[in-house]
């Protein structure tokens, strides 16, 4: 059974960090790219960031460039979101995804995590 | 970006009728189109990748059609789990973005 777990969320001052861990389990994680996918409360669905499989390669959102960065530990079967200079706009339930591409350049997300809640205020 | 529009923001409609939902695209997504369910509390589930096909363990009552700007998303006959929202997904460029989101109620 695919389980992906995160954790990591809680609340933070504007202008503050926090890192986001993903446990992935149940499928070969080496192999698959990684992504992360927000929510803010109420809204509707915002893809965050991707990772390739082997790490190498990353896709931002326009809104989180140079802010957040994303990373993987394929020893660990687990992913990261590094996000820095928080604001207000980032308060959100971040959810880890699986992206599958099948052969093409863009994922689609066939497996979701039960998400980890990022509140900024002050 | 490419952006998605979902109508309409919120259907009502009674068990056992037919839902359907439309998912318009700013430009030609090709059939790289997909759709999800989501319940209160819980993540997204993927429902239909590339515009048509079910993924796996979706009933189905649960189909999708189009190309191109204009999708579909048909449930045959609504069962009393399927009240929820649903967004589609375009993965024909990026970043890839999802519509705003549709609320089926019961009505």
């Known amino acids: 059974e695919v389980q992906l777990l995160e954790s990591g969320g809680g609340l933070v001052h504007p202008g503050g960090s926090l890192r986001l861990s993903c446990a992935a389990s149940?499928?070969?994680?080496?192999?698959?790219?990684m992504n992360w996918v927000r929510q803010a409360p109420g809204k509707g669905l915002e893809w965050v960031s991707d990772?390739?499989?082997?790490?190498?390669?990353?896709h931002y959102a326009d809104s989180v460039k140079g802010r957040f960065t994303i990373s993987r530990d394929n020893s660990k079967n687990t992913l990261y979101l590094q996000m820095n200079s928080l604001g207000a706009d980032d308060t959100a339930v971040y959810y880890c995804?699986?992206?599958?591409?099948?052969?093409?350049?863009?994922?689609?997300?066939?497996?979701w995590g039960q998400g980890t809640l990022v509140i900024v205020s002050s | 970006e490419i952006v998605l529009t979902q109508s309409p923001a919120t259907l009502s409609l009674s068990p056992g009728e037919r839902a359907t939902l439309s998912c318009r695209a700013s430009?030609?997504?090709?059939?790289?189109l997909a759709w999800y369910q989501q319940k209160p509390g819980q993540p997204p589930r993927l429902l239909i990748r590339?515009?048509?096909n079910r993924a796996t363990g979706i009933p189905a009552r649960f189909s999708g059609s189009g190309s191109g700007t204009d999708f579909t998303l048909t449930i045959s006959s609504l069962e009393p789990e399927d009240f929820a929202v649903y967004f589609c997904?375009?993965?024909?460029?990026?970043?890839?973005?999802f519509g705003g989101g549709t609320e089926v109620e019961i009505k």
């Open positions: 995804a699986r992206g599958k591409r099948d052969g093409y350049n863009l994922p689609y997300f066939d497996y």
């Open positions: 149940g499928f070969t994680f080496s192999s698959s790219a």
């Open positions: 990772v390739t499989a082997g790490g190498g390669n990353t």
């Open positions: 430009q030609s997504v090709s059939s790289y």
């Open positions: 590339d515009a048509s």
């Open positions: 997904q375009q993965r024909s460029s990026w970043p890839p973005t």
